[in-house]
């Protein structure tokens, strides 16, 4: 039994216990959060992934008397986790960290891990090791793509945080377990507050019941078991709150639910983003040309988050579950919507803009993307403004000898949409109260170090960066190409010119050649051109 439990609700004097059962700080001198990171040792899963690294940065850089961090990672596609953990720390997020402190990797320990085995696949010594310093954990690490077969969500996101938690358990000095969950996990919900419901189904139950089942069997029953959430993403991540509910009184828990989460607002530096999820990779295929259209709520709110904000409110999470041990645990709904709202349409609005201004490299079209919530006019543009262009360029490919390509781009960027398309096209109400009790219990100093405070995010300034950083980091284009970029656009705007006109003439010569009626209406658009350019001229004429 972690040491956790027998310095239960050891509060310094500082915290009481409310009504409601939680803690609330009374007052007197506390801690600030890099006082109290300052000596602990630091478990993170999920550190290679997108959220993990920031976290990693920012505890190295805002908390530089943290001891280490010890970083569960697998091997993967021929690299060792050393390697792996190598390269991450030379990547630009680092930049910053690398500055104040070259040293910083000495304080990196790389566990070897494979969350869907058992025990986690960590070696005895190492749980050993673990077991004995580890002083905060931030479990990040999930599958999040959308298409992912239930078994295999189940095992990482459910089984492989059940097993967390019980390694957790043997830590002897574990003093707060922050899970990273989604707000999105009760997404069937239209208001959603910072509890953790009912789940759907029994996880120990369902786990049972799958285990006998081969793949088939297991897809066959898929949508009837996830019922009204559209997908196992968000179906396993609200077993995983229920699974770590589970155990609130056994360990200091608190569980982040971050919504869409974008690049970074401010830290490092602005616009950083390394993948193509959620948003962003929609944004690269509208500010490539490619996307032309797509549905979504024009009015709905964009709950989009930016990551460092995720991670400030993370590591702040962590400070205050460490020193209040609130009972029940705390659940941070970490949105914006509710606080800052903006909209997909204005979304579509600056993404557009923000492309006009910073182009993209070697654009397939001018970039003009419309969403639009109606399914027929959606279905309409996709043919005419995808599949038809998409069809006549891999017909030139081919002529050329090269491979068709564009056709199988579309049918993968359709394949996205389409099951990112449930998120642009609703929209929820969070509760984020604890959002700001959580702010307010901030030194002034930590409330500036560790901002989440969304009111001040200027989103048009936002998604500008955030455009600029898909550039410059997801797809590694050079801001000083820009020029090329924008000749690029020009020969394509031309192009387009040349292509309606001379789609002009054959249908002309097609249409008019044949026609009679289609004769005469043209010989009439003529003959009144003819005549408002005589009145024009004549009454100029007059006036001088
Ligand atoms: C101006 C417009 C404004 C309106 C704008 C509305 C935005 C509306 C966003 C709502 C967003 C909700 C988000 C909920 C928030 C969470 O709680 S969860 C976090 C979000 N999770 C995700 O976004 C995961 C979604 N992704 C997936 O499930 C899978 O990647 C997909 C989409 C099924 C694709 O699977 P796949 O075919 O096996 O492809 P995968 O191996 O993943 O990638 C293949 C290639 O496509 C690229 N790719 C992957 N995803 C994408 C993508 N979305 N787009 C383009 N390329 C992509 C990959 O980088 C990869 O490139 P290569 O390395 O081959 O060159
Ligand atoms: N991104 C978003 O928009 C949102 C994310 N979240 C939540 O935030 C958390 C982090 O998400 P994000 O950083 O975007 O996700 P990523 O996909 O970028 O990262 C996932 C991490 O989990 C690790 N991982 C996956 N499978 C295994 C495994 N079998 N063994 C060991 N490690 C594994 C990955 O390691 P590896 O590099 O080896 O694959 C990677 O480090 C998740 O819990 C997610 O649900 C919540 C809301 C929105």
Known sequence: MSTMLSEDRDFNGLGEQTTDGQTRLTGGSMASIPEYYAGKNVLVTGATGFMGKVLVEKLLRSCPEVKALYLLVRPKAGQSMQQRVSDM?????????????PDFHQKIIPISSELTQPGLAISPEDVEKLSACINVIFHCAATIRFDEPLKHALQLNVIATQQLLSLAQQMNHLEAFIHVSTAYANCN?????????????????????????DDGMVRDITARLIGDRPNTYTYTKALAEYVVQQEQDKLNIAIIRPSIVGASWQEPFPGWIDNFNGPSGIFIAAGKGILRTMRANNDAVADLIPVDVVINLTLAAGWYTAKHRPKPALVYNCTTGGINPFHWGEIEHHVMLSWKRNPLEQAFRRPNTNITSNYLINQYWILVSHKFPALIYDFFLRLSGQKPQMMRIFNRLHKAIGLLEYFSSRDWEWNSENMSMLMSQLTPEDRKTFNFDVRQLNWPEYIENYCIGTKKYVLNEDMSDIPAARQHLRKLRNIRYTFNTLLVVFIWRVFIARSQMARNIWYFVVSLCFKFLSYFRASSTITN
Do not use: A, G, Q, T
């Open 89 to 101: 720390m030379v990547c630009r997020l680092f930049d910053r960290v690398r500055e104040d402190n």
């Open 189 to 213: 919900r239209k208001h959603i507050d910072e509890v953790i419901y009912s789940p759907p189904v029994e996880p120990k139950k369902l786990i049972e019941s799958l285990e006998w089942m």
